[in-house]
């Protein structure tokens, strides 16, 4: 038997942003997800009350390397972990140097730190590429990865018997609010993000446990609501994108049109902030931008 906790990473002092999985048998304990760095010293008391530090952690299993989910992969490395990591992905995480600037880009210099911390290289030796499929057992667990881009093109979703830790692929739900989909640059593909939706479906999953933020129990209806949503962003975008409409005017345009969704929805002002933590709708501008752009020549 093994056991599944869900440690709530407080990312910039709030709680429900996000997740990282503690999942433990008699002797073995694994992280899916780490959180970034920046949250570090509260994924250490979160394990402390678990009676554990980041030494008993024998292996992470991450789901892709933006920063919210994998920032902190080295430190845990560090302390003794192998880190399970996508081919694609993993190059990054043994040279954060592009990752880092990339994002940097995105968020701009003076933001990095106080957003996500550092991060450091991890040794070649501590980083396992996962293959689409190919269990991993670890003690008594056996996980299986799955290889669902979408979000990102090195996304994987992690499955355990009938529970799926989704990353992103399965969008955000904070609380009781609404599902939506965090559309960040620079490797958001609407057709694969379905196509993964159906992948992990005909898994046949009881539960998923999101990364922003925890579990639930409806997969297929989570699906719907989810793929719905994620055709109104792209169209929304996609007609700003045709008009030719500055970028900063369909930041603001979006904005408002996601806080005039979850208010429709019955979601409050207080939870409308924890997703525009996790999941800036500015960001998801950016994304679906660059989709378009993408699509309108051709190469995607
Ligand atoms: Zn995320």
Redesign the pocket.
Known sequence: MYTIKTLDLHFQKEGHTIASFLISDQNHHVLVETGPESTWLQLVSELRKHQLTPNDIDAVLLTHI?F??AGAAWKLAAAGAKIYVHPIGLPHLASPEKLWQSAAQIYGEANMEKLWGSMEPIEKEKLIPTADFETIGIGKMAFTPLHTPGHAIHHVAWKLDQCIFT??VAGVKINEGPIVP?CPPPDIHLEDWKESMEKILAQKPDKLYL??YGAVTNPSQHFDQLKEVLDDWAEWIKIHFQAGTAKELIEKGFLNHTENQMTTAGTSPAVQRLYEL??PSWMSVSGLLRYWKLKEAGRI
Request: hydrophobic share 10%; glycine share 10%.
């Open positions: 933006h919210d989910h990353g992103d965090p990364t922003h996790a999941n």
